[in-house]
């Protein structure tokens, strides 16, 4: 998957792999679930999509189990890279896969679990991470060259959305040499790109939401507005995504946090 920016780009990278924990006994030799397994993880891969608007690599370990009929059960994440919307985009894969075909009829085994991991690794090309990794090791050491670096980076992405970040970096390193002014304008302008790129994203979630009308899609909805710093459509996103599953209980735990959220900022 290829994301494009108007002078950068990044490469996602998928990677999907499995370990099944309650490896089947010598009675029942493995083989039996070769074809079975390759099945399993074609139809997984199929069923995920990772978020929109990947900033850094993502991983998530889910631990789950399949019953004999090949329906999904008890899925949980064990790791995590500690992004709940990632997270969550491999929980929905599983419950978009299931069911999965029966088991092979000649085991007698009821049921299998397993460790699934979905990776993803994004490389960004061109040199803008070089040139901002420069610039994070000569602050304050050299602010100097690290404005050099920092100026280089961003003349790479030519003025990216997606890396609103980088004038907000290059206000510290001006206030860090005593130009207050030039720090201002950079933070200005970090705040700025910041606002498209949280609306950018907003709509393309809005977008798949109105669309699939899924729990996952509401969920992830209500974090985009929440990075936004909009607790009261976030809420109401949230409230949709319970609406429509009854296994909603982490979803309710995340509207009372937004609640909290919301009224800490008021």
């Given at each position: ?26 009675i ?16 997984i ?34 790791e ?25 009829a ?5 049921s ?33 060259t ?17 890396a609103y ?29 910041k606002?498209?790129?949280d ?5 393309a ?36 995504a ?25």
């Amino acid at each position: 998957m290829v994301v494009m920016g108007a002078g950068i780009k990044k490469i996602v990278l998928i990677f999907m792999s499995f370990l099944l924990i309650n490896s089947v006994s010598a009675i029942e030799p493995q083989e039996n679930f070769s074809g079975y397994m390759t099945d399993l993880q074609e139809k997984i891969q199929k069923s995920w999509f990772p978020p929109e608007c990947l900033e850094r690599d993502g991983h998530a370990l889910v631990k789950f189990s399949v019953a004999r009929t090949g329906h999904i059960y008890s899925a949980q994440i064990v790791e995590s890279s500690g992004d709940p919307v990632y997270d969550e985009s491999a929980l929905e894969a599983l419950r978009k896969a299931s069911p999965l075909a029966h088991f092979p009829a000649s085991t007698s085994r009821g049921s299998l679990t397993i460790k699934y991991s979905f990776d993803t690794s994004v490389v960004n090309t061109g040199d803008m991470q070089r040139y901002l990794a420069n610039a994070d090791r000569f602050y304050n050491v050299n602010n100097r060259t690290a404005l050099d670096y920092i100026n280089k980076a961003i003349d790479e992405v030519d003025g990216d959305i997606n890396a609103y970040f980088l004038y907000g970096k290059r206000s510290k390193i001006k206030e860090a040499l005593g130009d207050t002014v030039g720090a201002a304008a950079d933070l200005d302008q970090s705040i700025k790109l910041k606002a498209k790129y949280d609306q950018k994203r907003i709509m393309a979630s809005k977008l798949i939401a109105e669309m699939e009308q899924s729990p996952y899609s509401y969920f992830n909805l209500a974090h985009s507005y929440e990075v936004a710093g909009d607790y009261e459509h976030a809420i109401e996103a949230i409230e949709k995504a319970i609406a429509l599953t009854e296994l909603n209980n982490q979803y309710k735990r995340y509207k009372d946090e937004l609640v909290t959220k919301k009224t800490s900022s008021l």
